[in-house]
């Protein structure tokens, strides 16, 4: 893995993590856009600017690829190093969460 792309990555904003943990599953923006609402019950909305410029830029890095183009949305799909920098980010946010769970 690119240090760089490490370094960029990890830590994540919580929108490129939600991203790249929907993108597990082939997706478009706008269902990835829902999920996310879905599963922060509101807390986190993606403007459809962000969304696509988080696309993009996972794109251009080799995080997420272009599947196909169904009724003009583009389906993208995590990659490997998409998954590497998502496995590196969830063992981080665990550690986390044990950390705190610790102090209490």
């Not at 988080?54 to 998954?83: A, N």
Request: aromatic content about 8%; some cysteine; charged content about 30%.
């Amino acid at each position: 893995m690119d240090a760089h792309i490490q370094k960029v990555y990890v830590p994540m904003t919580e929108t490129g993590f939600y991203i790249l943990l929907c993108l597990r599953e082939e997706a478009h923006g706008y269902s990835i856009v829902q999920r996310v609402e879905a599963l922060t019950a509101g807390a986190l909305r993606i403007s459809p600017g962000t969304m696509y410029g988080s696309l993009s830029k996972m794109e251009k890095d080799g995080l997420i690829r272009f599947v196909r183009e169904e009724e003009k949305r583009k389906i993208y799909h995590i990659t490997d190093l998409g998954r590497q920098i998502l496995e590196l980010e969830m063992k981080r946010i665990e550690r986390l969460y044990r950390n705190m769970m610790e102090v209490r």
